[in-house]
């Protein structure tokens, strides 16, 4: 059987999935059954942030599953305690992380503190919480419901958690909290809703009144985070404090990894929250490799330069293509441009993939592009060289 009969035989279908399988991978190419080559734009989805068979990545695996792969969270992990550290440190924020193993349940960690916080805190139990549309906060039955767009609340899966409340753009918070309102969460960029940054000056202003009336902020960095956007976390680059951020994406560089970091550093105590595989010696050997290799990335310039170089080459898509391309958007490498149609975005995906290299789709109708941050300027020129040859074909 050949792997797509396999897959089609024996895996339910919660995907929509081309037939294509990767084999092998090195810096921003991979491989497929065929030995066709690719320039990956998409790091899975925005997952293998230091490229393919990195080697100090793969080593430090390596080199940790021989020694211990897992233990019980009833011990102390060195690699998560050294982990939790560099994340704090990098973050400049004082706080503590949890971990589990993936954005989800990063962000059901989020929800437990803010709902603990909310229980113990006010005479009136508080425990909403209010999201944005066009967000997206993750695939368990209250993480979804989290998110923002009613496309992901099928009846198939009801009835969801109460508690969840949207509103259109951030001006619009103010006027939803009520007396049991907990906290806010947002995207400073949001990724699956179309790659749209929100504007500084209205996040600090969201952050200062939600501060000044006692309304935790929860930052979802699941995508934006670990220098996607150019620094350590997007709150950076924003200059706010939220009390809860969650990391989860590029992380450990493809190991299931998901942090949710809070400044409420006492709100948890032993039973109130836990995870088998949270934080084990092999995920979070994996996180510390990453951050190894992408603080240096950071500190050498290399990233902004890549960065710069990308922006180039979509200005001039942009500019070449107006037929096709609206306008440009996002921050850092986490990148897209937005089509002028779902057909021409759905068109775009195709011939790029067939031209070899890989992008991805994100709301309606826009294509994205979430790079390995440690992506070579030849692997970017020749990517752009690809993508070219598929608008040129369109
Ligand atoms: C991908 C993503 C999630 C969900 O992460 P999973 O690992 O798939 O559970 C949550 N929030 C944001 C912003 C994401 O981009």
Known sequence: MTTAALDQAFVLSSYGRNSTSFVEGKG???????????IDFASGIGVSSVGHGNP?????ICTQAKALIHTSNLQ?????????????????????????????????AAIKIVRKYGETHFEKKRYKVITLEHSFHGRTITTVKATGQDSFHSPNFSPYPDGFSYVDQIDAVYDKIDDETVAVMIELVQGEGGVQP?????????????????????????QTGVYRTGAFLASQLYGITPDVITLAKGLAGGVPIG????????????GDHGSTFGGNFLSTRAGLAVLEVLEKEEESGALQERI??????????????PAYFDTQVGLGLMLGLRASSSEIQQKVLTAAFEAGVIVLKAGRNTVRFLPPLTITEEEINEGFKRFEKAMAAL
Do not use: W
């Open 308 to 321: 710069v170089l990308f922006d180039k080459h979509l200005k001039s898509l942009k500019e070449r293509y």
């Open 198 to 222: 929100f504007d500084k000056s209205e996040i600090q202003q969201l952050a200062k009144t939600l501060k000044a009336r006692g309304i935790l902020l929860i930052v979802d960095e699941v």
């Open 56 to 60: 100090i990545l793969t080593e430090a």
């Open 28 to 38: 921003a190419k991979l491989y497929d059954e065929k030995g066709k080559e690719y």
């Open 259 to 270: 942090v949710a970091m809070t400044s409420l550093k006492d709100i948890f105590e032993p």
């Open 76 to 108: 102390v992990i060195a690699p998560q305690a050294e982990l939790a550290e560099r994340i704090v440190t990098l973050s400049g924020y004082d706080m503590r992380c949890f971990f589990g193993n993936s954005g989800a349940e990063a962000n059901e």
